[in-house]
């Protein structure tokens, strides 16, 4: 399926949230589900693709690009890519998963991935921009400030430290076509 929405003709593609990402699935070989303050609220296993889906963050960005790197090569063909920054649970704007989102992106980029959506590659300028305060970016913002609040310092400094980690999560397994 192929329209303007689902970003098909970009290897890199970009969304927000579920719907987002169940806009820009159709086509892709991977999801990257990013979502920089965790709180459980959504499943990206909700995501409507048959495809993997793995998680990303700042952190792990080197790491996730070299294993879809990898699935390229098994592929024998180019992988195509959707990344979705999970949002707040509304569907709001969160700056700090825009800023994560857009470090995966550059990773891709950085492995030569690198034919990204103008939405994918907004959102790489938003992280090349914030490169130097992604911490900072992840306690100022709306959503750390509202975790700080409901669950006070130890949550905030525990979620820095998950999305500076080079660990990620393969959620469903790539499956060649």
């Known amino acids: 399926m ?4 689902n970003q098909s003709r970009y290897q890199v593609r970009f969304d927000w949230g579920v719907a987002g990402a169940n806009a820009i ?3 892709a070989h991977i999801v990257v589900w990013v979502d920089a303050l ?3 609220s959504v499943d990206p296993l909700a995501i409507e693709h048959d495809g993997a889906i793995v998680t990303g963050s700042t952190g792990s960005r080197a790491a996730v690009a070299q294993w879809v790197l990898d699935r390229q090569v098994e592929l024998g063909d180019r992988a195509f890519v959707a990344v979705v920054a999970a949002g707040t649970p509304e569907g709001r ?7 994560a989102a857009g470090a995966v992106i550059d990773a891709l980029a950085d492995v030569g ?6 939405e994918a590659a907004a959102a790489a300028g938003a992280f090349a921009g914030l490169r130097n305060a992604g911490s900072h ?7 750390g400030q509202e975790l700080l609040e409901a669950s006070g310092p130890a949550a905030l ?11 990620f999560d393969v959620l469903r397994e790539f499956s060649r076509p």
């Open 113 to 118: 991935l690198d034919f990204t959506s103008p």
């Open 93 to 99: 704007f969160s700056v700090e998963d825009l800023v």
């Open 38 to 40: 965790p709180d459980g």
């Open 2 to 5: 192929s329209s303007a929405t």
């Open 157 to 167: 400094d525990a979620a820095r430290e998950a999305a500076a980690g080079a660990g």
């Open 137 to 143: 970016v992840l306690t100022a913002s709306v959503s």
């Open 25 to 27: 699935a159709p086509g």
